[in-house]
Every structure is written in structure tokens, then in C-alpha cells.
């Protein structure tokens, strides 16, 4: 079966700390991954993404990610967290291009000061 | 447009009554997605609209959800019959070759059923 696993709900941060936040997918075909970005009342934000190549991507607002194809992982990381990057985070996969993405149920992070 | 366009941004509606949302992709993309978010539950996908292919309806719950998309732009989900489950934000995206096949998102519409 198709899925997506975040197995964090919820994690808080202090400013300045670095965050990983993990993803775990099952997808039968050539993975195509995304990280998400949700602020309360907005929609949804692309953070990254990763289609081949390098497996190690970098996105906006100092994110990147890396793929693991051996552990089915594509993990989000961050060297130092802001207070403005709380928020909620989704894992999403996808198959070729333009396919439909499975989502994770998100990971809500929290910045304490 | 610049971005992918919801409307209405928030419907209240009462139990029963048939809603319709409407969503404006970004201008060129070929391909079209719905999805639900409800509280918890991350991002439930509905249908999903490619050019002038059969849409895939896989994901719609029930019979009383449906969708067309007209002249391969806009599209509409109706809900037939709201219930109180059917409360949400239903968020469309689009997707085409001009943006790399990245799905992009709108802001969503909040729909409340009372």
C-alpha cells in the first residue's frame, strides 16, 4: 500500500536549535517526495522537493532535506529554527509527474523563545 | 492567475443543503486536484482532473460528492446533501509542465455544515 508516515505530531523547538523532522514513505514506483509548509488559515506551501539526482535537496527558508532510499526516508532538517517557522509540516510522495500526492497526517513544530 | 484561486473562502451552510466550491488554477496547468483537510486527519485526496483524460474520482467518499471541470480550467466540487462530516477545508491545486509538474496549493475553503 501507498502511505506516508510522520511519526511526530508534535514537536517543540527552541529558537535557534536545529529541527529534523522525520518521513517515512511505501510507494511502489520511483518516489517523487515534497515537504509542505501550513501556517494556521493558509494553504499549503512548497518547502522542497525531490524528483532524482542529488539526494540531499535544499528549499527555501534555510530547509533541506535528504533522501534515503535504503530507509524510505526523506527527512526535513533545519541548522537553526525561527520563531516563524511554527507551523505544520507535511511529507507528501507522489509516482510520475503530475500524479496525485499521498500525504502524511503532518507534523505540528512549536518554537519556544 | 498568479496562484490557484478558491472560492467561496468560507461557507456555512445547513445540514442538507447542496454546496458548491470553486476553484481557478493557475493559468497553463493541465492538472487539477482536490483534496479535504480535516482536523487531525492530514490532507485527504478527492479527484484529480489531467487534460481530457477520465478523471480519477478514487478518493470521493461518497456519492454526493462530485466534480466537473469545464474547458479543461476551472473546476467544481459540489457536495449534495451536506452532512456535518462534510465539514472541512477543501483545497484544490494545480499542477503543468510550466512549473515543473510541482503541485501548487490554494488557500482553501472552510466549509462549516450546522
Known amino acids: 500500500a501507498q502511505s506516508v508516515t510522520q511519526p511526530d505530531i508534535h514537536i517543540t523547538v527552541s529558537e535557534g536549535a536545529s529541527l529534523e523532522l522525520r518521513c517515512n514513505y511505501s510507494y511502489g514506483a520511483t518516489p517523487y517526495l515534497f515537504w509542505y509548509v501550513q501556517s494556521p488559515g493558509q494553504g499549503l506551501q512548497l518547502l522542497l522537493k525531490?524528483?532524482?539526482?542529488?539526494?540531499l535537496v535544499q528549499g527555501i527558508k534555510g530547509f533541506e532535506a535528504e533522501f534515503k532510499r535504503s530507509q524510505s526516508s526523506f527527512n526535513l532538517r533545519k541548522p537553526s529554527v525561527h520563531w516563524s517557522d511554527a507551523a505544520e509540516y507535511f511529507c507528501?510522495?507522489?509516482?510520475?509527474?503530475?500524479?496525485?500526492?499521498?500525504f502524511g497526517k503532518g507534523t505540528t513544530l512549536s518554537v519556544s523563545s | 492567475g498568479a496562484g490557484v484561486s478558491q472560492s467561496p473562502s468560507n461557507k456555512v451552510t445547513e445540514k442538507g443543503k447542496d454546496v458548491e466550491l470553486r476553484c481557478d488554477p493557475i493559468s497553463g496547468h493541465t492538472a487539477l486536484y482536490w483534496y479535504r483537510q480535516s482536523l487531525g486527519q492530514g490532507l485527504e485526496f478527492l479527484i484529480y482532473f489531467q487534460g481530457n483524460s477520465a478523471p480519477d474520482k478514487s478518493g470521493l467518499p461518497s456519492d454526493r460528492f462530485s466534480a466537473e471541470r469545464t474547458g479543461g480550467s476551472v473546476s467544481t466540487l459540489t457536495i449534495q446533501r451536506t452532512q456535518q462530516e462534510d465539514s472541512a477545508v477543501y483545497l484544490c491545486?494545480?499542477?503543468?509542465?510550466?512549473?515543473?509538474?510541482?503541485?501548487?496549493f490554494g488557500e482553501g475553503s472552510w466549509l462549516t455544515v450546522v
Open positions: 507528501a510522495v507522489g509516482g510520475q509527474a503530475g500524479t496525485a500526492l499521498i
Open positions: 525531490y524528483f532524482s539526482g542529488d539526494t
Open positions: 491545486a494545480s499542477s503543468g509542465s510550466s512549473s515543473g509538474n510541482t503541485i501548487y
